[in-house]
């Protein structure tokens, strides 16, 4: 018999978080039943986005108008769910009136999940993200002694640091984690170490490897959010030092966001209009096929809470030379000047070097790349990820009640 998993996220699809969509789809083939709950509405595009995903029979729960009046009438029908998360929030979430404020809308969605998991009783119920699914994963680790409660802490969500997230990690046997620099910063909030696992979020490295193409001379691509903290501005930049030297040199730049109007006009003051190309938002398909095409991939970020970026895994499994600034556990993924280069972030001037070196025809680099490309075969691959997680589960539900 199949084990029975219900992902509780906030949104799905996002068009940013193909990682997720990526899991979902190693966990199914790997024969787990597989469903998922949202906090928010059904997003426009999710039909489209599943489909690209290969995911368009996949069964999705959204909030609804109809789940936020039925939240309402359990809130009032249960009292005693109703004043755990009250008495949660309130004394985890008091000084922070974003959060609270936050909390308190999502109350009645939780109290309807929790109705859901109570009749449907998956075998286990994951919190994709370790901030507001905790008010579902809270109810049900109390009161559903039948059902494990699993959850994952992305950077982000040691950033966030969320009042209930971090009241239930502590009492779930099992936690994930995307990294091992996550860990210690996991101990400092009081989690047991012993109750952490580290499981990478892995890449599918066959679809890489049905894109592949060949390189194109001079080519350089970009793949992120165009938000302030993925410093786009700065790889223009380390680009514009990069185009004097190759002038043949063509950019794609993947990825949309806020800061799209202010990097196209900064790309035509650094006279790059006639070598940058801003695709937008691409399917993931186009995402390996750019990667393939591409000689180097460049990353500028210093978000605070990048972590092991899957850009960054997936440039590699396409051999493409990666040229990224310095996050917090980098060197699980990059080993500077073996597997590619890490810079210190803002360092223009030694990222346009790397990038230059990387477009010429060195005799070292066929060697570097394929040592890149081995390493996230070893240790980055969404199927070896998906049957770490599948054995923890069956662990975790072969001990309960």
Partial sequence: MSLQVLYITVQFPVPSETFAAVEVRALRALGVDLSIATLKAKPEDAEQLNRERGLQDLKVDYATLGSLFQGLWLFFRHPKLSFLLLRTIFSSCGNNPVDLAKSLWLIPRSLQLYKKIERDSPDIVHLYWGH???????????????????????????????????????????????????????????????????????????????????????????????????????????????????????????????????????????????????????????????FSEAQVFLMMSNLAEERLPNAVKEAMQAQCLCVVSRTIGIEEL????????????????????????????????????????????????????????????????????
């Fill in 132 to 290: 507001y699914t905790s008010l579902t994963g809270l109810l049900v680790h109390r009161y559903l002694p039948g059902v494990s409660v699993t959850q994952s802490f992305s950077a982000y969500d040691l950033h966030m640091s969320y009042g209930p997230s971090i009241v239930l990690g502590r009492a779930l046997p099992l936690i994930f984690t995307l990294a091992e620099a996550n860990v210690p910063l996991l101990a400092d909030r009081g989690f047991d170490p012993k109750r952490i696992s580290v499981v990478f979020h892995g890449i599918d490295t066959e679809a890489a490897d049905k894109a592949q193409v060949a390189k194109h001379q001079g080519r350089v691509v970009l793949a992120e959010r165009l938000i302030p903290e993925k410093c786009t501005a700065d790889s223009l930049q380390a680009l514009k030092r990069v185009y004097q030297d190759h002038p043949d040199m063509t950019v794609e730049i993947l990825g949309d966001g806020p800061e799209r109007e202010r990097l196209e006009a900064l790309t035509a003051e650094l006279g790059l209009s006639d070598a940058v190309r801003f695709l937008g938002h691409v399917s993931h398909s186009q995402v390996y096929r750019s």
């Fill in 334 to 401: 990059i080993d500077d000047q073996k597997t590619g280069f890490v810079v210190e972030q803002g360092d223009i001037e030694l990222a346009a070097r790397r990038v230059s070196s990387g477009l010429e025809n060195r005799d070292e680099w066929p060697a570097l790349r394929a040592k890149a490309k081995s390493h996230i075969e070893s240790n980055f691959s969404s199927s070896a990820a998906a049957r770490q997680r599948i054995d923890a589960w069956e662990k975790l539900a072969a001990n309960k009640p």
